[in-house]
């Protein structure tokens, strides 16, 4: 018995070179032109699209901006070194989704009639009739960290993007490396069917108290559409410890950045921390003479006490988070 494999070779479609193909791969980036490859999926060459990335010396000066005119990091950008740089294109979906439906959600109020408090219950009613944008990660995992931030971005900036089939792209300038497509058209329509419904029912939640009734369902989703969006983390050194700091390639704006905490910043919120702790004890009392016993009077003291909590522990850490 004569045993025999067949495996499919797979070429670049614009300069030839064969393909790494993995069985999961959707689109296979060639590793001499850069030219991105559809191989498998429920997609077509014009559902892709790039939106192409500023040079490295160009992300390089916006992060040396972003250090001169931060107030907190100005200080310090002589002790600050630049260790790691890497630029990748990180695939997403984006859409236009039609919700149509019903909802019921209410609000409590307390008002103060005569010597006591009063609580009442409010509903409000509405026809779902909106079309929001909305979009996914194409992969199924997020490592990186600002993705969702980046993703955001691209939602309020004044860019599309260039068209897998556009002609005469300069590949050469473009490239960078493109992350591997984990979810294909068809599975990305299911995903936005879920998720959206299930956002709509979060945003009216956050409205108020609770909701009574919710009925929603996607009615049409537009314009679906995958967007290589152009990712630059920038990693650098403090007093030996690292912080990083990630731009969007294309508007080189800083969406997300980890900072070292000063002493001076560390002293303060220690002592604010210390002063709140002080204070949500007068307060109490203060307040429970004023409600009467009734647990709205614990509210403002125990807001008191979570700032002063994460105050306190911010005070502790090595670094401090910026969006």
């Known amino acids: ?18 393909l790494n193909i993995r069985p999961e791969t959707i689109i296979a980036i060639c590793d001499y032109c850069g030219y991105p490859n559809l191989i498998s999926g429920q997609m077509s060459p014009q559902d892709v699209y790039i939106v192409p990335t500023q040079p490295r010396e160009y992300v390089l000066n916006a992060f040396w901006r972003t250090v001169r005119y931060d107030s907190d990091l100005s200080p310090l950008k002589r002790e600050i070194e630049v260790i790691e740089m890497r630029g990748y294109y990180f695939p997403a979906w984006y859409s236009e989704v039609v919700l149509r439906g019903y909802v019921s959600w209410y609000k409590r109020h307390t008002e ?21 944008n909305f979009y996914i990660p194409a992969r199924r995992q997020v490592a990186g960290t600002g993705i969702y931030d980046i993703m955001a971005h691209y939602l309020v900036s004044n860019v599309s993007g260039i068209n897998l089939t556009a002609e005469n792209i300069d590949w ?16 990305a329509k299911h995903i936005i069917r879920d998720e ?14 609770g909701i009574d009734y919710f009925y929603a369902q996607v009615e049409d989703i537009r314009n679906l559409r995958l967007v290589y969006l ?39 919120s220690l002592g604010g921390s210390m002063l709140l702790a002080l204070i949500a ?43």
């Not at 300038?173 to 599975?187: M, P």
């Not at 959206?196 to 108290?209: E, I, M, N, S």
Request: proline fraction near 4%; charged fraction near 25%.
């Open 1 to 18: 018995m004569i045993e025999s494999s067949y495996e499919e070779i797979y070429n670049c479609a614009r300069c030839g070179a064969p």
């Open 112 to 132: 103060k009639r005569g010597d006591h408090y009063v609580t009442r219950t409010r509903y409000y009613r509405e026809r779902i009739n909106i079309t929001e």
């Open 172 to 187: 050469e300038k473009i490239k960078l490396d493109f992350l591997g497509i984990e979810i294909d058209k068809k599975e």
């Open 196 to 209: 959206a419904v299930d956002r709509l029912r979060q945003q009216y939640k956050a409205r108020g108290d």
């Open 230 to 268: 152009p990712v630059w983390e920038v990693v650098y050194s403090y007093k030996n410890a690292t912080y990083m700091m990630v731009f969007s390639g294309w508007s080189l704006k800083n969406v997300y950045r980890t900072e070292p905490i000063t002493p001076t910043q560390r002293t303060f």
């Open 281 to 323: 004890g007068p307060a109490t009392v203060i307040a429970l003479k004023i409600f009467e016993g009734d647990l709205t009077a614990f509210i403002v003291p125990l807001a008191m006490a979570g700032i002063a909590y994460s105050m306190s522990s911010s005070a502790f850490k090595g670094a401090r988070v910026e969006r």
